[in-house]
């Protein structure tokens, strides 16, 4: 079953034996958890997760023991000891008509500017590890927002049907078809532009909510459709069958027989999800829509390079590094998830 | 009964539209927090232009006629105008940048399609190869590098840093060149955006093709072909890869409608050229509310009538869909 299907001639080798008596021996959390920790590329993954997670906590540690500087308010005037040599962090420009300012490149040491500065004199790195944290944060609640609004609407739709299924599912079919991007852009020029006061609660437009909730709730059909789809064929199976005969009451077949199946299916979700939002906010604040400035995240760093690009390159250049490599992780973590909870899911894309 | 399924695929869409029609109305004039006569005229806009907004949009009036109001400027009379770009007539404007839009997707696609098929059946023909697995690496690198991060690299590498050596000294600065102006000129321009564009969808098309097959591999006409002592190669490319196209072309009409919809924006920005996305990106930035607004309408519409053509064809071609 574990064995991959090369052929169809593949003979059940000695572990996927091993796997069939374990399966009656331990329950489907436990069995997922062995499978996953034999995956060897699946926790290299985890393992450069937990790298560039603790990197983004440690940010304040990074600002204030090490380069000593404040990543969030410009420095215009500020030099620096670098071997022995005075150097201001903004130079004039020495480049075509000689207007503007010429921040300080990398200087590859870790307690002065060791990736440069941007045009306000703001030291990168230490920009791009609080950005790591905005990123992070964004990135990880906008996938809880989507999965248990997610949930909340498929198990909904599947589980009562009738005309709330209906009502459903057409919401979904609207927000299916509205373009992520467009959807987005329009939630956000409008969340952007104004305060928004909901009773005692004032959001103001630099809060990191806004974005979190826009992509919180653009992707809910992507994983409500899934979920809905589960629910329905979970209903027909034989076991909730064999609960309604019994009389068993409809929220407890709600609780111990649909919710734990379809909460494997969310933690499969997790490390998809989260790396699809964390594109999305970095796409976002490259086009302003996003983090807002003097705040700071991978995009929106990106976006400060963008004038600096030819003269300045590693700007720009260091936080789309960073957010391949979490992609990337994020998705191989995924596809580990995915094969340790169904290993039958191998095979499909 | 393929005409009932055909209307009830046309009524569908019609709702949908509808829909997003009222989602963007009521993002954009009735949530809290601004005057949406405000909004539309831009910022620090003279009393009397918020004044002619109000009445042009007939904001005084209920939300329905307010709705119907906008419809008609959009589609009908398409007199919609801007008031940041003073004069500028939105829908007129939108119509101009599109073949820039498509001349950028269109070419795009043509490198993701050849580049997935290729990827895909390569990575499927040595599957489980150390081959197979440095290709699924690249893929799964491709599918995670931002769009616009690769636009940047691939300009300060092309216009900057190797720009006059032999790989790049053919690339023309920025901007785009129409086709009957100059074709040569169209296609120096386009190339490096095309490519850009491509990259992740030449990922992703690899891998869900890749996996397409292996899958097939598994079904019963495949042994069966293997029987007949068919080549593997043949079995390959006129039994296995045939099966797994289904998918494919279904990604393909989705993905396609949705980057003429809004998702070459960032590609259409990094490259300067002034397509529809450009054309949203810069009323984002001006806060030209009513170019948005129809720009999101218009191409929101694009999508959802490529995702129903898509559909409809599928209706015509597979007896199977039209039961449903």
Same mark, same amino acid.
């Given at each position: 079953?574990?064995?991959?299907?090369?052929?169809?001639?593949?003979?059940?080798?000695?572990?996927?034996?091993?796997?069939?008596?374990?399966?009656?021996?331990?329950?489907?959390?436990?069995?997922?958890?062995?499978?996953?920790?034999?995956?060897?590329?699946?926790?290299?993954?985890?393992?450069?997760?937990?790298?560039?997670?603790?990197?983004?906590?440690?940010?304040?540690?990074?600002?204030?023991?090490?380069?000593?500087?404040?990543?969030?308010?410009?420095?215009?005037?500020?030099?620096?000891?670098?071997?022995?040599?005075?150097?201001?962090?903004?130079?004039?420009?020495?480049?075509?008509?000689?207007?503007?300012?010429?921040?300080?490149?990398?200087?590859?040491?870790?307690?002065?500017?060791?990736?440069?500065?941007?045009?306000?004199?703001?030291?990168?790195?230490?920009?791009?590890?609080?950005?790591?944290?905005?990123?992070?944060?964004?990135?990880?609640?906008?996938?809880?927002?989507?999965?248990?609004?997610?949930?909340?609407?498929?198990?909904?739709?599947?589980?009562?049907?009738?005309?709330?299924?209906?009502?459903?599912?057409?919401?979904?079919?609207?927000?299916?078809?509205?373009?992520?991007?467009?959807?987005?852009?329009?939630?956000?020029?409008?969340?952007?532009?104004?305060?928004?006061?909901?009773?005692?609660?004032?959001?103001?437009? /630099?809060?990191?909510?806004?974005?979190?909730?826009?992509?919180? &709730? #653009?992707? %809910?059909?992507? $994983? *409500?459709?899934? =979920?809905? @789809?589960?629910?329905?064929?979970?209903?027909?199976?034989?076991?909730?069958?064999?609960?309604?005969?019994?009389?068993?009451?409809?929220?407890?077949?709600?609780?111990?027989?649909?919710?734990?199946?379809?909460?494997?299916?969310?933690?499969?979700?997790?490390?998809?999800?989260?790396?699809?939002?964390?594109?999305?906010?970095?796409?976002?604040?490259?086009?302003?829509?996003?983090?807002?400035?003097?705040?700071?995240?991978?995009?929106?760093?990106?976006?400060?390079?963008?004038?600096?690009?030819? /003269?300045?390159?590693?700007?720009?250049?260091?936080?789309?590094? &960073? #957010?391949? %490599?979490?992609? $990337? *992780?994020?998705? =191989?973590? @995924?596809?580990?998830?995915?094969?340790?909870?169904?290993?039958?899911?191998?095979?499909?894309? | 009964?393929?005409?009932?399924?055909?209307?009830?695929?046309?009524?569908?869409?019609?709702?949908?539209?509808?829909?997003?029609?009222?989602?963007?109305?009521?993002?954009?004039?009735?949530?809290?927090?601004?005057?949406?006569?405000?909004?539309?005229?831009?910022?620090?806009?003279?009393?009397?232009?918020?004044?002619?907004?109000?009445?042009?949009?007939?904001?005084?009036?209920?939300?329905?006629?307010?709705?119907?109001?906008?419809?008609?400027?959009?589609?009908?009379?398409?007199?919609?105008?801007?008031?940041?770009?003073?004069?500028?007539?939105?829908?007129?404007?939108?119509?101009?940048?599109?073949?820039?839009?498509?001349?950028?997707?269109?070419?795009?696609?043509?490198?993701?399609?050849?580049?997935?098929?290729?990827?895909?059946?390569?990575?499927?023909?040595?599957?489980?190869?150390?081959?197979?697995?440095?290709?699924?690496?690249?893929?799964?690198?491709?599918?995670?590098?931002?769009?616009?991060?690769?636009?940047?690299?691939?300009?300060?590498?092309?216009?900057?840093?190797?720009?006059?050596?032999?790989?790049?000294?053919?690339?023309?600065?920025?901007?785009?060149?129409?086709?009957?102006?100059?074709?040569?000129?169209?296609?120096?321009?386009?190339?490096?955006?095309?490519?850009?564009?491509?990259?992740?969808?030449?990922?992703?098309?690899?891998?869900?093709?890749?996996?397409?097959?292996?899958?097939?591999?598994?079904?019963?006409?495949?042994?069966?072909?293997?029987?007949?002592?068919?080549?593997?190669?043949?079995?390959?490319?006129?039994?296995?890869?045939?099966?797994?196209?289904?998918?494919?072309?279904?990604?393909?009409?989705?993905?396609?409608?949705?980057?003429?919809?809004?998702?070459?924006?960032?590609?259409?920005?990094?490259?300067?050229?002034?397509?529809?996305?450009?054309?949203?990106?810069?009323?984002?930035?001006?806060?030209?509310?009513?170019?948005?607004?129809?720009?999101?309408?218009?191409?929101?519409?694009?999508?959802?009538?490529?995702?129903?053509?898509?559909?409809?064809?599928?209706?015509?071609?597979?007896?199977?869909?039209?039961?449903?």
């Amino acid at each position: 079953m574990a064995t991959e299907p090369a052929f169809g001639l593949a003979l059940p080798t000695s572990t996927g034996h091993d796997e069939q008596t374990d399966a009656r021996a331990r329950g489907p959390w436990a069995q997922a958890l062995h499978r996953f920790s034999r995956n060897g590329s699946a926790l290299i993954a985890a393992l450069v997760l937990i790298v560039v997670i603790v990197a983004s906590l440690l940010a304040p540690v990074y600002a204030i023991w090490i380069a000593g500087v404040d990543p969030f308010s410009s420095n215009l005037e500020s030099e620096i000891t670098l071997g022995g040599e005075r150097l201001p962090v903004l130079a004039p420009s020495t480049e075509g008509l000689g207007i503007g300012v010429m921040p300080i490149g990398p200087t590859w040491q870790f307690n002065a500017y060791f990736l440069g500065a941007d045009e306000q004199g703001r030291d990168v790195m230490a920009r791009l590890l609080y950005g790591g944290r905005a990123t992070l944060l964004i990135g990880s609640l906008s996938t809880a927002i989507t999965l248990v609004l997610a949930a909340f609407v498929g198990i909904c739709a599947g589980f009562f049907g009738g005309w709330i299924d209906r009502i459903l599912s057409r919401v979904l079919d609207i927000l299916w078809a509205f373009p992520v991007y467009l959807f987005a852009i329009c939630l956000s020029i409008v969340l952007l532009n104004s305060r928004i006061e909901l009773g005692p609660i004032v959001i103001d437009s /630099s809060s990191l909510i806004i974005p979190i909730m826009i992509i919180g &709730v #653009i992707y %809910v059909p992507y $994983v *409500a459709r899934p =979920i809905r @789809g589960q629910v329905l064929a979970l209903r027909k199976s034989d076991f909730v069958m064999a609960a309604i005969g019994l009389g068993v009451p409809p929220h407890r077949i709600l609780i111990r027989d649909i919710l734990p199946n379809v909460l494997t299916t969310l933690i499969v979700f997790v490390p998809l999800m989260m790396a699809l939002n964390i594109a999305t906010e970095t796409a976002l604040s490259f086009l302003s829509l996003g983090v807002q400035s003097p705040g700071a995240s991978w995009g929106t760093i990106i976006r400060d390079g963008q004038s600096l690009l030819y /003269s300045r390159p590693w700007v720009s250049t260091a936080p789309g590094l &960073v #957010i391949i %490599v979490t992609i $990337v *992780a994020l998705n =191989i973590l @995924g596809d580990g998830v995915r094969d340790a909870f169904d290993p039958r899911a191998k095979l499909r894309p | 009964m393929m005409l009932a399924v055909l209307l009830q695929r046309l009524a569908q869409m019609l709702f949908v539209m509808f829909g997003i029609s009222a989602l963007v109305f009521l993002i954009f004039f009735a949530t809290p927090g601004s005057d949406p006569a405000a909004r539309i005229a831009g910022k620090n806009a003279a009393p009397e232009t918020l004044l002619a907004v109000r009445h042009d949009f007939g904001l005084d009036r209920p939300l329905p006629v307010q709705y119907v109001v906008m419809m008609k400027k959009l589609f009908v009379t398409q007199d919609l105008v801007s008031f940041v770009n003073r004069g500028l007539k939105v829908v007129p404007a939108i119509i101009e940048a599109t073949p820039v839009t498509l001349s950028l997707v269109f070419g795009a696609a043509l490198f993701w399609v050849l580049g997935g098929l290729l990827v895909g059946i390569l990575a499927a023909a040595c599957r489980d190869s150390l081959a197979d697995r440095i290709l699924m690496i690249l893929s799964l690198t491709g599918v995670a590098i931002p769009v616009f991060w690769l636009g940047e690299m691939t300009n300060l590498l092309s216009q900057n840093r190797l720009h006059d050596t032999l790989f790049f000294s053919w690339v023309p600065a920025l901007g785009y060149v129409p086709f009957r102006a100059d074709p040569i000129g169209w296609f120096k321009a386009l190339l490096l955006p095309w490519l850009t564009l491509s990259l992740g969808f030449i990922g992703i098309y690899g891998r869900v093709l890749r996996a397409n097959i292996v899958e097939t591999y598994q079904e019963d006409f495949i042994r069966t072909a293997r029987a007949k002592g068919i080549s593997e190669t043949r079995v390959l490319l006129r039994h296995a890869l045939r099966m797994s196209l289904v998918p494919f072309v279904t990604m393909f009409g989705l993905d396609f409608g949705a980057l003429v919809g809004g998702g070459a924006l960032v590609t259409e920005v990094i490259f300067g050229l002034n397509g529809v996305g450009k054309l949203t990106y810069d009323s984002l930035q001006s806060l030209d509310l009513p170019v948005i607004m129809a720009s999101v309408m218009y191409a929101s519409f694009f999508v959802v009538l490529a995702n129903a053509v898509v559909d409809m064809t599928y209706v015509v071609l597979d007896p199977r869909m039209r039961s449903h």
